[in-house]
C-alpha cells in the first residue's frame, strides 16, 4: 500500500467516524446486533478462513500457545456474540451526561461523554480481537484501523469484512472500519497524528515499546506485568497457597499472571506448603537467600528475577523484613500493573491498598483477576499501566472523551468578575 | 545544573510524592491553609521580589502586556489566597470511589481517584501561576516541578519558597514542590519519562509543539485556539454583536478569544451593524467577497486568514451557505478549542451541539467562557484540546487517575467461567 493508500484509508476513516457520531445510537445499536447475526450466518466460511490460517502457521512452525490463539472454534465465536449481546443491550455511552451546572441563571453547563475519533489498533495472532476491539469502538462511536498479524490474515480479513457490511447495512459509512495489513503502511499511519487520535496495541511489550517510541500519537497500553503477590506475616497460609498457584498457574502468559512472590520473613515457616502446591503445578522456584531454605527444589535468584515477566511456569521469591520493605519492593520493581497482598490483618490491607500506586490492588483476591471481562466492563482493548486517561482494564469508558457544552441566552464574559455579575455554579442533577 | 542535579531533583520528587499521596487527606489541605497564611505573611517580600523582576523586565523592554502579566499586585495576590480558600474547603478527592461493585459475594471492586504521580509544568510570565499549579497539585496529591520564564525568576523563588515552607511546616517533605530554572535542566527533565508522568506547558503554541516533539512523556496542553463564532441565518442580531465584541475584544490575547466570525448568508445584511459594533471597538475586519461588500472598511481575507490565531483585535469573517456548511468549515479550520453558535432556531442549536467536536461548543454564549475559573472548577492548570485524558479547562480532576482495588477472601480466577461460578456483577452504592 503507497503512502497516498494509506492516507486516504485514515481519511475515510476520519470521516465516517464523523457520521457515525452524528448518527443517533439506535444506529450503533443496530450495527452491533447486525454484526452479531453476520456471526451466525457466515460461521462456516469464518472458520473455514481461520483453517487456512492454522494450516499456514503450522506449516511455519508456529508455537502451540499461538496456535491456541490464532484457531477460532464454534465456542469463540458464540463468546463473542454474547460479548456482542452484552455491548448492544447496554444505554447508548455517546451523549451521556456527567456533569450539570448552572453557572448563572440561564447560563448552563453540561460535560457530556463523546467518542475520541480514529483509533489504530495494533494487535497479534488473536483474530477475536476484530470483533471485540471493532464492537468496543463503534458502542463508543469511534472509527478504528485495524493492524492484526499476518498469521491471522484470512481470518481478519473475514471478520473485518463482517464490521464493515454491518455498518454499510445498517446504513453507515463502512470506512469506520478499516484495516491495513502490511508494516509499512502501519508505519505510515504512526505519523498520521492529525488523522489518527489514539493508537492501542495490543501483544508483547517489545510491539508496546516500539509503538511507544514511533509515534507522537497518544498510545494506550502497557508494556509489562510484573505482578506481585505478597504474603503477609498475617496471611492465611491455605489462601496464600490457592492465589499463589492461581496467580502463576491460571495462566501463565497473560499480563497479570503474577511473577513475583514476596514474603515477610515470619511467613517463612508457612513457605514450604505454598512453594509445594506451586512446584506441583509444575512451577520453577527462584528463591532469595532467605527464602531458599524454606524451598526445596527451589534454585537461587539470579540476575534479573525479581524484575522479569517471565510469562512462563517460573516464579520469583523475595523475603522482606516488613510491609514497609514489601511496599519499597513493589514501587521498586513492579510495572504498576496488579499487586495483590494476602493477609488476615485489616490494618496491613487498608495500608497495602492505599499506598501501592498500580492500576489495580488487591486483598485476598488472586491478581488474576485483573481483567475487563471479570471487572464486569463487558469486554476489554486492553489493559493500560498509563497514568493518564483510562488505566487498568480498559472497556468502552477508555474510548470516550467528554465536551463541554455551554447554553445560554447572548452572556458575555465581560459582564462577569470582581464588582460585576458573579457566578451561580449550582450543580444540577444530570 | 548538571544532568545528575536534575535527576536528583526529579527523584526526590517522586520520594515526596509517595509520601504526600500517603498522608490523610487533611495533611494536604493544612498545606493549602498554611500557604494561604504565608501569602499574607510575605507580601511586602513577595512584592519586592517581583518589582525587581519588574524593573529588570522594563529594561529589558518587554512589551506591555507581558509587563501585565508579569506585575503581581495586592488584588492578584489576594485572588489567589481566595482559590487556595476555595480549594482547602473542598473535600480532599483522594481515594474518592468513582465506582463500587460486586463481581461476586465477598469479592468487591471498587475504582478510586489517586494522584497521577509527577507533574511538570513550564509557563511563561505570570508568577501567579506558581500558585495556582502548585496548589492543584498538592490538592491532587501530586508533586510538581515548575520551570518558569527567566524574567520572573526573582518571582517565581519567592513563591515556590512559600509552597515548600508550607509543606514542611506541616510536617511533610518539601521537595513535593521543586524548581528548575535553566532550559537545559527542563529539556533534561523531558528525557526522564521514568520520573516524571504528566508535562502541562502553558504558554504560547509554539512552546506547546516544542515539548510535544521533545518528549515521550504525556503532554497536556493545547496548541492552539482558533475559535469560531457562527451567526446562523437565525441569529438574533443584537446577540451576535455583543458576542462577537466580547469574543474578540474581552481579551484579544486568551487562547478562548474569537478568531473567526462564519456568517450564514442569509445573516449577511445584519452584518454591517455586527461590523460597525466590532469595529467601534478598534477590530481589524478581514472578510471574504461574499462578506466584504456588507463591511465598509474591511479588507479583503488573504493567505492565512481563517486558519490563524490571530490574539489580537484581527478578526476573519467568512460567509457559508448554510449549517451544513458552517460544521464542516469548523471541523477543517478549527483547533478543537472552543466554537459558538448565535441562533433562535432550536433545532440548529441542538445540532451544532450534538455534532461540533470541540472541547467546548457554546450556544449563545461567548468563546470567552471557555474557562476553569468560569466552569466553577475552581482554578485552572490550563485549557486541553488533546482528544484523551482531560479535555478543554483542567481543573484539580485532570491532575488525577484511578486505581482499581479489589477485596476478598481468598477468591482464585480459575474458579470462574463457562459451566463454573459466574459473576454477579451488581453495581453498589458508592
Not at 131 to 152: C, H, P, S, T
Not at 197 to 208: A, K, N, T
Not at 321 to 346: C, M, N, P, W, Y
Amino acid at each position: 500500500m503507497g503512502d497516498d493508500a494509506v492516507e486516504q484509508v485514515a481519511r475515510r476513516a476520519r470521516r465516517a467516524q464523523r457520521a457515525l457520531r452524528a448518527a443517533p445510537g439506535e444506529a450503533r445499536t443496530a450495527v452491533l446486533r447486525r454484526l452479531e447475526a453476520l456471526l451466525v450466518e457466515r460461521e462456516a466460511a469464518l472458520l473455514a478462513a481461520n483453517r487456512e490460517d492454522v494450516a499456514a502457521a503450522e506449516r511455519d512452525g508456529l508455537a502451540a500457545p499461538l496456535l491456541r490463539r490464532l484457531a477460532l472454534t464454534p465456542a469463540k465465536l458464540a463468546t463473542l456474540r454474547d460479548g456482542l449481546r452484552q455491548l448492544a443491550a447496554w444505554p447508548d455511552p455517546v451523549g451521556q451526561t456527567v456533569l450539570r451546572r448552572e453557572l448563572d441563571q440561564g447560563l448552563v453547563l453540561r460535560q457530556v461523554k463523546s467518542p475520541i475519533g480514529v483509533l489504530l489498533v495494533v494487535f497479534e495472532s488473536r483474530p477475536d480481537a476484530v470483533v471485540q476491539i471493532g464492537a468496543l469502538a463503534l458502542r463508543a462511536g469511534d472509527a478504528v484501523l485495524l493492524k492484526g498479524g499476518a498469521e491471522a490474515r484470512a481470518s481478519n480479513q473475514a471478520l473485518v469484512a463482517c464490521l464493515r457490511d454491518a455498518l454499510a447495512r445498517e446504513g453507515l459509512d463502512p470506512d469506520a472500519v478499516g484495516a491495513v495489513e502490511d508494516r509499512e503502511a502501519f508505519g505510515r499511519l504512526l505519523a498520521l497524528d492529525r488523522e489518527v487520535d489514539l493508537v492501542i496495541p495490543r501483544g508483547s511489550s517489545q510491539l508496546v515499546r516500539h509503538v511507544q517510541a514511533s509515534t507522537r500519537i497518544p498510545v494506550l497500553g502497557h508494556a509489562e506485568g510484573i505482578c506481585h503477590l505478597y504474603l503477609d506475616r498475617a496471611a492465611d497460609p491455605a489462601i496464600a497457597a490457592r492465589l499463589a498457584v492461581d496467580g502463576k498457574c491460571d495462566a501463565p502468559s497473560a499480563c497479570n499472571a503474577t511473577e513475583t512472590l514476596l514474603v515477610h520473613r515470619d511467613f517463612l515457616p508457612h513457605l514450604p506448603a505454598v512453594g509445594a502446591a506451586l512446584q506441583a503445578r509444575g512451577v520453577e522456584l527462584r528463591a532469595d537467600p532467605q527464602a531458599l531454605p524454606h524451598l526445596p527444589g527451589a534454585v537461587a535468584a539470579g540476575e534479573g528475577d525479581g524484575d522479569t515477566e517471565y510469562g512462563d511456569l517460573v516464579l520469583a521469591v523475595f523475603t522482606v523484613a516488613d510491609l514497609e520493605a514489601a511496599l519499597r519492593f513493589v514501587a521498586d520493581h513492579g510495572s504498576g500493573h496488579t499487586d495483590a497482598i494476602v493477609t488476615d490483618d485489616a490494618e496491613a490491607a487498608a495500608r497495602f491498598l492505599a499506598e501501592v500506586d498500580s492500576a489495580s490492588v488487591f486483598h485476598n483476591a488472586s491478581t488474576r483477576f485483573a481483567d475487563g471481562y471479570r471487572y464486569g466492563l463487558g469486554a476489554e482493548v486492553g489493559i493500560s499501566t498509563g497514568r493518564i486517561h483510562a488505566r487498568g482494564p480498559v472497556g468502552v469508558e477508555g474510548l470516550l472523551t467528554t465536551r463541554w457544552l455551554l447554553e445560554g441566552a447572548g452572556q458575555v464574559a465581560a459582564d462577569y468578575g470582581p464588582g460585576k455579575r458573579a457566578f451561580t455554579h449550582r450543580d444540577l442533577p444530570t
